[in-house]
């Protein structure tokens, strides 16, 4: 895996209106591979080795980060023992998901997150848990170029604060120092996916045991305590939304299976209802995305769900519904902008309310463009049903808005460009190769053909 997908074409051209039809395999998850990613910096002179991680910008960004922390990465892919090719050379793709990784962790690691890598992505500041839990410090440029006050991680450091950590935010980066995190009974006052996940590696290590009570319930903490299990930490998730972690003097090499990206799973589904073809997602867990399956059964499309495949069938036009984006088991603020652009060909007038993140609904505009008809009110998208859309040049403002995008344009009559697929890139793997093995015409063009 080379450095970086950023040679890759950033624009998508899409031919819409043929019904898509066959069989696609679920990526390893982006939200389940970095934080456990992370994770590998619990070890000293030990191995973590993580299977199914997809080859994604996003997993390129965070393998960077350790690597540059003095993490030595190693990849392969682990079901078809091939190599992936380099990213971007005559538009092909860096290769198949069932990627393995392994991650070899010296005794001494950088303590400094290095800021160009950590404005990147978000999700950098997953390293700050685990690097201050195993050196007693750690120093964390703010992530993804935001203000502490828009996108804050203040439950985060609020959580490390609490295990007894200094935390100091000067000139925009974050200085932890802690001699030895002591275990305590910590209260989220927001189910925080990252928090949840940052104390839950800072309390491996910790002297006790650690409670965190109301806590985020995607699948994806289970993945972090699966790993942190395989490192041998005693860690207890319980249905009432806690875990109990006993932290340990030391970790000990470990594997884990990344799960199956629900988020991309549910992108491809919604394909198949929107283009109203015949489309199959395997290696999934149906049960990590209920909330998508109940909505789509109360617009009235048709599907049936097996162990680890989900199907979806040509139905009649979808009928609007309500839904309000809310933390796991609610329906999942990243299928938000996907789920707009189907209810946009829905029968009637549909109600979102986002109420996890502010400001995503950026991307209504675009499809407006295409012929939708999305109004905004504050939190809550008012989208009134149109009975086709038409192909427009359009620009990804986010990775999910790019992907509700590229539906609508597969469904649009005419051609849609999608700009700007550098966001989508950070999310789903080989999206052009999947949607054209299920006979959508999709291409890849470079910016300069535009
Ligand atoms: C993760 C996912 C992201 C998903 C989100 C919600 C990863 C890498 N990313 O992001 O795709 O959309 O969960 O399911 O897993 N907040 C605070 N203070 C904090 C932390 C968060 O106010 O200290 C707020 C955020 O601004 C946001 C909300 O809480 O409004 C949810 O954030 P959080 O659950 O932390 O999401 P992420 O972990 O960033």
Redesign the pocket.
């Known amino acids: 895996m080379s450095d970086s997908l950023s040679g890759m074409p950033n624009v998508m051209s899409i031919e819409g209106g043929i019904p898509l039809s066959g069989t696609v395999r679920a990526q390893g998850a982006?939200?389940a591979a970095?934080?456990v990613m992370a994770a590998c910096l619990l070890l000293k002179g030990q191995t973590l080795t993580l299977e199914n991680v997809p080859d994604l910008q996003d997993v390129r960004t965070m393998a960077d980060l350790l690597k540059t922390l003095g993490v030595t990465v190693e990849t392969g892919t682990a079901a078809s023992g091939t190599t992936p090719s380099a990213p971007g050379a005559a538009l092909s793709h860096p290769g198949p998901s069932h990627g393995q990784m392994r991650f070899i962790v010296p005794e001494e690691v950088s303590s400094e997150a290095p800021e160009a890598l950590v404005r990147k992505m978000?999700?950098s500041s997953l390293v700050l848990g685990p690097l201050l839990a195993r050196g007693g410090q750690a120093a964390l440029p703010l992530p993804g170029g935001c203000s502490i006050g828009s996108?804050?991680?203040?439950?985060?450091l609020k959580g490390l604060v609490q295990m007894g950590a200094k935390i100091e935010i000067r000139s925009g980066v974050v200085y932890a120092q802690a001699d030895q995190l002591r275990g305590r009974r910590i209260y989220l006052d927001?189910?925080?996916?990252?928090?949840t996940e940052n104390l839950m590696m800072a309390a491996a290590l910790a002297h006790g045991e650690t409670i965190i009570e109301n806590i985020?319930r995607?699948p994806?903490i289970d993945n972090l305590a699966a790993v942190l299990g395989s490192m041998g930490v005693p860690i207890e998730i319980e249905g009432t939304g806690c875990v109990r972690i006993k932290g340990v003097e030391e970790v000990h090499s470990g594997s884990e299976r990344v799960i199956p990206d629900r988020i991309e799973a549910c992108t491809y589904l919604l394909a198949g209802v929107m283009t109203g073809g015949q489309v199959t997602v395997t290696d999934v867990i149906p049960a990590h995305f209920d909330s998508m399956l109940a909505k789509l059964e109360e617009a009235g499309a048709r599907f049936s769900v097996r162990r680890d495949a989900v199907t979806v069938f040509p139905a009649q036009r979808l009928q609007s519904l309500s839904l309000k984006t809310m933390?796991f088991p609610g329906f999942?603020?990243?299928l938000q902008p996907q789920m707009v652009a189907a209810l946009s060909l829905a029968g009637g007038v549909s109600m979102v309310e986002e109420s996890?993140?502010?400001a995503r609904f950026l991307y209504a505009d675009e499809l407006n463009r295409m012929g939708a008809n999305i109004r905004i009110r504050g939190n809550t998208a008012v989208i009134s049903g149109v009975s086709q859309l038409h192909g427009a040049d359009v620009r990804a403002t986010d990775l999910r808005a790019g992907a509700a995008l590229i539906l609508a344009g597969l469904t649009a009559t005419g051609q849609t460009r999608v700009g700007d697929m550098i966001h989508v890139w950070r999310g789903y793997e080989a999206i052009d190769e999947k949607l054209r093995s299920l006979g959508g015409r999709v291409e890849l063009i470079p910016e300069d053909e535009k």
């Open positions: 982006k939200n970095l934080p978000r999700a996108r804050p991680i203040d439950l985060h927001f189910p925080s996916v990252g928090a985020a995607e994806e933390p999942p603020t990243d996890v993140f502010q």
